[in-house]
Each structure stands twice: as C-alpha cells, then as structure tokens.
C-alpha cells in the first residue's frame, strides 16, 4: 500500500522494480490521477488504486460528462482531469445542500441540509453520498482501477 502522491508514486513503483521487488502494489486515491500512469511512459503498469469517482476520460465519458469536460477546457484551457471532477463534485454537492438550507444560511441550517442528503450521485459516476447526524462520511464504498501501459482502467465501479 503506497500512501503516496504523483511522483512519489511513480518513484516508488520503479525503484522497487528495479530492486526486483514483484509484488502487486496499490495506491490510495491521492495518488490515482492520470499523471502517475502518463508520466511514467508504462514503468507503473499493474500499478492498483483505490478511488472513489473514476477518472474522465473523453473517449468513454458519458454524453453528459464529456459535455462538461469539453466546457472545463473551453473555460480553463486545459483537460478536465480527476482532482477537477472532486472540486466539481463538492461544489455541486456544497450547492444541493444551500439551496435546501434556504435564504439566511448559517451553520446550522447548513449542517442540517447537508446531514438531510441521501442517495447523492452526480454524472462522474461515484458511489452515492448519504449522510445523517450521526454519520458524515459519505459513502464506504470504492472502486479499484489499475494502470494499463499509460492509462487507467477501471476493474470495478463500486466496492463495498
């Protein structure tokens, strides 16, 4: 299990090669991000990461999602990438959660907006966000993604 992030990552995974070291390897969602398999020109392929929302990709996006990637780029003038979907989704979750707390917002009305959300999804394609007041976690669930040559891809949507 590699706690790791872009070039750590990367790093890691061929350093340990290069000493021999063959074992699979996985990397918690800090480190999943198109960078470590593109970089890394095929040096992390097999490389394993845990995620919660899939990378977007144009080519498999959904209409939807490739709509928003192609908007991103237009805005932003670069690709929609992993850690853009997270802030997206955040936001979009944070507007859900303001527009049932109503005029006036404060902490309060926030907190219980946000603790009343259940069965969130979006277009990215992540597990669905549930919380209450005794739970603020989101979801348990994740799924797993591994690197083949250059790229990222998906062996299962949702684990729990």
Known sequence: ML???????IGAVV???KMGWKVDMLVSGAGYTPHVAFLAKGATHGLYASFQVPIPYADTASSDLKAWMEKY??????DANIQAAYGYRAMSLF?????QAGHHIDS?????????ITGYTD??????LSFSSTSHVGTTQGGLAQIDGTRWVTLFDILE
């Open 3 to 9: 706690g790791t992030v872009i070039r750590e990552t």
């Open 15 to 17: 350093t340990a090669r």
């Open 73 to 78: 780029k237009a805005n932003y003038d670069a």
């Open 95 to 99: 507007a859900v959660a303001a527009e």
């Open 108 to 116: 309060a009305k926030l907190t219980a907006a946000l603790e009343s």
């Open 123 to 128: 277009m990215f394609g992540g597990p669905a």
